[in-house]
């Protein structure tokens, strides 16, 4: 049995290649801990993770079930705070930040 692979099959794959590109630009703890992952000759590496985690709005905006409209007047409000990580071009906000506010349900 063969599968012939089409233009379609193709552009999913450089589309989830261009996400997966974007998110370890934006995660780069993760890049990180894959290459010490990668290093390592444990059977089952221990790997301390990183001190904090950085997300995006849309993360934001799932993980408190709200609009990434509600997520800046968040942030505009003072409740959330925002940080430019790295040479990021967008804000981010503190996982454990996020993870303090109530969420709506």
């Keep these: 049995m063969t599968d012939d692979v089409t233009m379609a099959d193709i552009e999913k794959l450089l ?3 261009q996400e997966l590109k974007q998110f370890l630009k934006e995660s780069p703890e993760v890049l990180e801990f894959l290459r010490l992952a990668a290093k390592t000759t444990l059977q089952n590496p221990v ?4 001190a904090e985690r ?11 079930c709200i609009d990434k409209g509600a997520v800046y007047r968040l942030e505009k409000a003072g409740r959330l705070t925002a940080y430019y990580v790295g040479d990021a071009s ?4 503190k996982l454990s930040d996020v993870l303090a506010i ?3 349900r």
């Design 15 to 17: 589309a989830k290649g």
């Design 90 to 93: 967008r804000m981010k906000f």
């Design 102 to 104: 109530p969420q709506r």
């Design 47 to 50: 790997i301390i993770p990183p």
């Design 54 to 64: 950085y997300i995006h709005a849309g993360e934001v905006a799932k993980i408190l």
